[in-house]
């Protein structure tokens, strides 16, 4: 997974929803963007009963699809997303979580110098088969 994650080449995993379908949890993605700036921070699942700890804990809990359990986002690493609002698409089948952001970032990967990053979204495509790393903002 590191290797994926530090990358500079493209590997898109076109399988994921495939592999999450065969594991037969009942998910919906969940797009979490900072409610301040707007930032996308990361995308990831809630099953309901991650939805229903989500709103009674009022911050971001979600479903792991690769543990196939709860997690709640900062349990380890202490960079909490306290919920500001839920918001459902029109289909209903997929949630936007607005979140305030408690601690240095919100991406379970950590840049050079070992800080987490702000977002999961530190890379953008530079060409049909590379990526170039974003630099952080400051």
Same mark, same amino acid.
């Given at each position: 997974?590191?290797?994926?994650?530090?990358?500079?080449?493209?590997?898109?995993?076109?399988?994921?929803?495939?592999?999450?379908?065969?594991?037969?949890?009942?998910?919906?993605?969940?797009?979490?963007?900072?409610?301040?700036?707007?930032?996308? @921070?990361?995308?990831?699942? &809630? !099953?309901? +009963?991650?939805?229903? #700890?989500?709103?009674?804990?009022?911050? /971001?809990?979600?479903? *792991?699809?690769?543990?196939?359990?709860?997690?709640?986002?900062?349990?380890?690493?202490?960079?909490?997303?306290? @919920?500001?609002?839920?918001? &459902? !698409?029109? +289909?209903?089948?997929? #949630?936007?979580?607005?979140?305030?952001? /408690?601690?240095?970032? *919100?991406?379970?990967?950590?840049?050079?110098?070992?800080?987490?990053?702000?977002?999961?979204?530190?890379?953008? @495509?530079?060409?049909?088969?590379?990526?170039?790393?974003?630099?952080?903002?400051?």
């Amino acid at each position: 997974m590191a290797m994926v994650e530090e990358s500079d080449r493209l590997m898109l995993d076109f399988g994921k929803l495939r592999k999450i379908a065969a594991g037969g949890a009942d998910v919906l993605p969940v797009v979490v963007q900072d409610a301040n700036t707007l930032e996308v @921070l990361l995308v990831a699942y &809630v !099953n309901a +009963e991650a939805l229903r #700890l989500s709103i009674e804990e009022q911050r /971001a809990v979600f479903y *792991s699809t690769s543990r196939q359990e709860i997690w709640r986002k900062g349990e380890t690493s202490g960079d909490t997303l306290p @919920l500001r609002e839920i918001r &459902v !698409n029109c +289909e209903q089948n997929s #949630l936007l979580f607005m979140v305030d952001k /408690a601690g240095s970032g *919100s991406c379970h990967t950590r840049d050079a110098s070992g800080k987490t990053r702000s977002n999961c979204y530190y890379r953008r @495509l530079k060409s049909s088969e590379l990526l170039e790393f974003v630099r952080a903002p400051g």
